[in-house]
């Protein structure tokens, strides 16, 4: 955490910061929170999010409230139960009396909604005219990060900011669930989290191509394949699990029925690789400095690649901008690359080694995986496969 700026007056300020919607958009606030907590250490800061995304800020030191923005169903194309629902929301949030309010979400929803609450100082980017009831505009800059742009807006009230370097934090309770859950896995192999699904059907793959790639991962790589997902991934889950052999499903872990999000997130926190198509858990994966290898279609990846971590978008080779023309033969190469620059395989090999103390701890002895020329005969050739990931370069 970077040391407030004790030259501005330390003037105790109520701050709203609008992020609602999406998971991934929802994480990448961190490094504005950040910035906006040294500005102001004393001030109430509370953050308006939605119901679901929202968990992922709940252990973040730099707000004071989680504000929850209930919004109607299908709210896109109810434009009456919109309007009525902001402007409800918008009177409750008036007897907050918050005095500035940064709107990261850029949205003519927003901007009205920070309009009638009656805050007086409205920051955020101006995108297509919705920022005629801002009272500070941000000018939209293609190609600009995410967090670039949220930072713009400190940086448009005379802000300093930091590198905008990411950070995630686990509570406890989520910590120990997280080792529980992972204890059964093989050690030494490397844990590949995999985000199969977005909820825009646009991003996703196409799923034999996505269990080709975790038969691969699991078979020819040697890896723990782990998907922790909301209750309306189940299905594709089960649809991948199917399409694998039994030997390859005894690697394959699904812990969604078990974990909230902040749980999911403590998962992500242990995990040597993050996959998958563009969504909301590899940004997670990203905060925690997880290496993440996306395939991406339309979305421009300058805009949203994985921030202040290893990481590789995957698009088509063509330049269609189409989930349909990334190859498995692609993300495998991408995902060699990846894994060799990162050093992945070494750091699970040295997980997977232990130390045993024989009387009171005064002989210690490293315990490793025998290589292959070792294994013995017997072994079925899953079980003979060297709990580490290929290193070749892509030709």
Not at 123 to 133: I, P, W
Not at 167 to 177: G, I, R, S, T
Not at 280 to 285: E, F, I, K
Request: positive net charge; contains cysteine.
């Amino acid at each position: 955490m970077i040391a407030p700026n004790r030259s501005w007056p330390m003037e105790s300020e109520r701050i709203l910061v609008i992020r609602n919607r999406y998971i991934g958009d929802t994480v990448l606030a961190i490094p504005f929170l950040r910035n906006l907590r040294c500005r102001f250490p004393d001030a109430v800061i509370d953050v308006l999010v939605e119901p679901g995304a929202g968990q992922i800020l709940a252990d973040c030191p730099y707000k004071d409230e989680l504000v929850i923005w209930k919004r109607p169903q299908r709210v896109n194309e109810v434009v009456p139960g919109s309007l009525s629902n902001i402007v409800a929301t918008a009177r409750w949030l008036r007897q907050k009396r918050y005095d500035r309010a940064y709107i990261l979400k850029r949205s003519l929803s927003t901007g009205l909604l920070a309009w009638l609450a009656g805050i007086p100082h409205r920051v955020g980017v101006a995108k297509d005219g919705r920022g005629l009831l801002l009272t500070r505009r941000v000018p939209y800059q293609r190609g600009r990060h995410e967090v670039e742009l949220s930072l713009d807006l400190l940086r448009a009230d005379g802000i300093a900011v930091d590198d905008g370097h990411n950070e995630n934090w686990v509570a406890d309770e989520a910590a120990a669930k997280a080792d529980r859950l992972l204890m059964g896995l093989p050690s030494a192999r490397p844990r590949v989290f995999m985000a199969p699904r977005s909820t825009d059907e646009e991003r996703n793959w196409p799923l034999d191509r996505m269990a080709e790639l975790i038969r691969w991962l699991i078979e020819d790589r040697g890896s723990n394949v782990v998907l922790c997902g909301a209750a309306a991934d189940l299905t594709v889950h089960r649809r991948l699990a199917a399409a694998l052999s039994p030997r390859a499903t005894r690697h394959l872990h699904d812990f969604s029925e078990a974990c909230s999000l902040r749980e999911a997130a403590a998962i992500l926190s242990r995990m040597d690789l993050c996959m998958g198509v563009d969504s909301g858990l590899p940004h997670v994966a990203a905060s925690f400095g997880v290496p993440v290898l996306t395939l991406s279609g339309a979305a421009d990846p300058r805009e949203w690649h994985p921030w202040k971590t290893q990481s590789m978008v995957v698009q088509a080779a063509d330049g269609s901008r189409s989930m349909l023309g990334i190859t498995v033969g692609q993300v495998k190469a991408a995902t060699d690359r990846l894994v060799a620059e990162a050093g992945i395989a070494e750091k699970a090999r040295r997980r997977g080694m232990r130390s045993l103390d024989l009387r009171s701890g005064s002989y210690a002895y490293d315990v490793v995986e025998s290589s292959p020329s070792e294994q013995p005969q017997s072994r079925t050739p899953l079980e003979k496969a060297q709990p580490t990931f290929g290193m070749a370069k892509a030709s």
